[in-house]
């Protein structure tokens, strides 16, 4: 018997397109890597330990979906019904062809169209301990659990709630394509082979041979005719598939695993467009878990969450307005179940919207003889905003006996981060030059800001060669040195992450180690990495006062649910924009522990000191 | 002492015919709230740059209103963007939004 049909081209040739079409990008995305990304890359594949964990990972990411199991068991199952069952199916199909070819390498439809081809070798029916026989069982058994997700995906487009997923992505021309003929693979599969069956009376496995026998006798047509059928739909929505993948939102699939080896090689996100970004752009697999979570929807905007803002940057053309909302709370990168760095993908696209006027801070070039101290604090623009952090600082380093130098006691000089947010670097670079000068003439070895902005910043674009601390850091230290004496008055307290603290350097412990000293520190349903943004984030520009105090309102709706009697920050933008809204006091956490040291002997001595004077007035 | 813009006007005369209101109302058109500004001066009071260096972000808005845009040029390359403004302004007016307008205005107009 010829092991050929003219059905397979249309399977055939599809599969040819997108090998090629993959293995071109593929090709393209090596190819315009830094050199010394290459290097990284090929280090990668020479070391078979870190290969083969690379390897893993795709295993448990792009077959398993580890990570959507986390965020939905539902979402996880159906997500792997399709990834890992077809990928079974197409191993498991290759060994049992081998079985009846009886040579090792088959035409690569052979295995796909297997039970056309061998429909007139008998196997007898649910004979489970024969080799056939276990692969007919598998097959059926693969092929149900595929069903069984599609079910789910089906379900999921009516009734996303019970997924986790309030609003799902939109999808385009070519998305409804291919999925329509992803959607139509499986099902065809099970009729062209239960007709196949039932026509021959045998040859199908528990699922599909008692499905074809009772079809076959409902048919009015020839049964053989209506196989015939199938098996071209079946290899018509593969081959239709296969060329519409690379430009359809199934290009993650070969996309994803490129860009865990990537990865896994240690190659980091650039700040220009690179090669990385367009791999993680073609790896996101609208999957929509970006949508609901984040907080813009409670402002009302719901065209520039990341998934849409991403699906602008694959068709070449985001609108600025798109690229310009978002608070850059990094919310979506936290949850993305591809890992993909968006914020860094926002703030590129910002960059190349131009860089603006070009700025003159000639003016801050003072010639003052510099001060030096080991210390230094720099309490940051906003902090002025909000006294009481500076006073409660200063209070707290003086109480420790620490010498130290206030390096914006008067006056700040802006960190850099809010132009740089802004997609403002070279205007952004010009500030920092002037910070790190003036920071490296102070000869200090730790520089403490009050500021999670100025802290990640610092950290992140400064290189500077010395301890850098955000105060809760600072605090957490000088509490376990013994270097100040707590009377905590344990209140109620919740304590809001600051975006740029939290996820921004994963900075979670150190303040809550400090609050846990002092106060009674209750949970909240949403915090952490899952923290709200207070809503006075510098990231957006173009929302308005009102459209903040909602994302405001909602944060704090969720932070008082446990009825604390303080809300604590870390942050004098995150107290300044709550203290509008909040009913409870919102106290940063140095506040808290300032307030918390003991302090007779400052008050005694004051109050002696008073009566003094006033006696000598007297006298 | 510190210049918060109330008598920041020299004695000049203005040709209200001859104004280039070119940038305030491309402005209005993208950021509205500028509409919101009663003048109270407390962006000025506590900008970072104007700490340092005469910067008067309400003079700003005069000068806009007027459409005398070619000293806006070099007051507009002052300001650090940090925000503090937009965080005092009583009215809620959009300040950063604002002055990355402006700045984009001029950049246009030349
Ligand atoms: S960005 Fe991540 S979470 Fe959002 S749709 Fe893409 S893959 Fe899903
Ligand atoms: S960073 Fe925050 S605001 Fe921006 S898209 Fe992600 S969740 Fe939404
Ligand atoms: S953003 Fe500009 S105008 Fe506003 S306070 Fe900062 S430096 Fe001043
Ligand atoms: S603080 Fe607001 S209302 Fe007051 S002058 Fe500035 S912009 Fe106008």
New binding site residues.
Partial sequence: MINFNLFVLPFFLGLIYVLVAVGKSWYHWIKALTPIDKVKLSTLIRHPKQALSALKEVFLESLVHRKMWKRNPLLGYMHMSFALGWFLLIVCGNIESRFYSGVHVNAPYYPIFLKFFIHDRLVIFFEVFSVPGFFRFLMDFLLLYILSGLVLALLKRQYSNFFGMKRTSRFQFTDRVAMTCLWLIFPLRLLAESFTAGHYGSGGGFLTQPLGDFLVQLLPVPSEFVAYAMWWGYSLSLGIFFVMLPYSRYMHIPTEVLLIFFRHAGIQPKKWYSSFSDTEVQSCSRCGV?ID????NTAGIHN???VY?IQGVRDRYVPEEITQ?????????E?CPVGIN??SL?LIKRRELGSGQSTDFSYLKSDDKPKTAQIVYFSGCMTHLTPSIIRAMTGILENAGISYLHLDKDRSICCGRPLMIAGKDRQANELIEINKQIIHETRATLLVTSCPICYRVFREEYNLPIRIQHHSQFILDLIKTGKIPLQGQFKKVVYHDP?DLGRGTKTYEAPREVLSKVTDLLPVKQEANNAL?CGG?L??LNVTQQQRAMITKEALDILLENKPEILATACPLCKKTFATHASIPVMDIAELVYQSIPKPSYSASAQSHQAKSYANELI | MKNFGYTIQRDQSIDIDQNDRRIVNYLLSLEPSFNLCLGCGSCTGTCTAGHFVDFNIRRVHTLLRRGESKQLKTEMKKCMFCGKCQLVCPRGVNLRNLIITIQRAIEQIG
């Fill in positions: 970006c979570i984040c907080q813009m520039a969450q990341t803002f909302k978002c608070l850059v709370c990094g919310r979506c990168q949850i968006t914020d926002r975006c943004c984030s990231g957006i």
